[in-house]
Each structure stands twice: as C-alpha cells, then as structure tokens.
C-alpha cells in the first residue's frame, strides 16, 4: 500500500513562492506518473499538474502555467511542486496522488492521495 504525505503549505503574500513535497513510502510508486491537484473553498478539485515517471513530460493546468513546476526524486520517492508568482486563487488544499489511467488531467485516473496540505495566499 501506498502512503503519500503533502507538506510544505502555508500562508504567502500574493507575489511570494512556496514549494511543496509530497513522499511516499510504503510500496513506492515505481514507474507511475504522479500528479498534484487542489481543492479550493466552495468548488471542486481540480488538476494542477503531472509528471512522469521520468521526469521528461509535465503537464500543467492553464491557470498554472508559467508560474508552478512539478519535479520528482524518485531516489527519495519524493515528488515537488514549485509555486512561484502565487495568486490569492491559488489559495486551496494541495493533494498529491499515483496516477493509475492514462489522462493526465482526471481525477478519477488518480488514487492513493495524501492528506493534503494548505495553500492560503493573501492579497
């Protein structure tokens, strides 16, 4: 069984940059695409962004391109979300899961998520 714990949220000025961690342990997620997504108050979670096992594709949602970057360390089965450029919209609950389908963007493609960790950028 997989176990994934987010870490890394906080509270940020809008502009500021946090960079958020999501380890596995447990059975490793060896040659899985992981992906991070997020819940904001009131609405539905959403996808943020994916990486390969390899680390050679990422995608990313529209509203974070340019601004946030997925990394992984699979010699630490850890994987990164970088945030720069933070907006207030992008204030949420960060979950990373094990992409088990094969769309990048789908929730439902996605299982053993992690508790989540939050996200609250001031304006």
């Known amino acids: 069984q997989v176990q994934l714990v987010e870490s890394g949220g906080g509270l940020v000025q809008a502009g500021g940059s946090l960079r958020l961690s999501c380890a596995a342990s447990?059975?490793?997620?060896?040659?899985?695409?992981m992906g991070w997504f997020r819940r904001a108050p009131g609405k539905e979670r959403e996808f943020v962004s994916a990486?390969?096992?390899?680390?050679?594709?990422?995608y990313y949602a529209d509203s974070v391109k340019g601004r946030f970057t997925t990394s992984r360390d699979n010699a630490k089965n850890t994987v990164f979300l970088q945030m720069n450029s933070l907006k207030p919209e992008d204030t949420a609950i960060y979950y990373c899961?094990?992409?088990?389908?094969?769309?990048?963007?789908?929730?439902?493609?996605?299982?053993?998520w992690g508790q989540g960790t939050q996200v609250t950028v001031s304006s």
């Open positions: 899961a094990v992409q088990y389908g094969t769309n990048w963007s789908r929730i439902g493609d996605y299982d053993h």
């Open positions: 447990g059975r490793t997620f060896s040659g899985r695409t």
């Open positions: 990486i390969s096992w390899s680390g050679a594709s990422t």
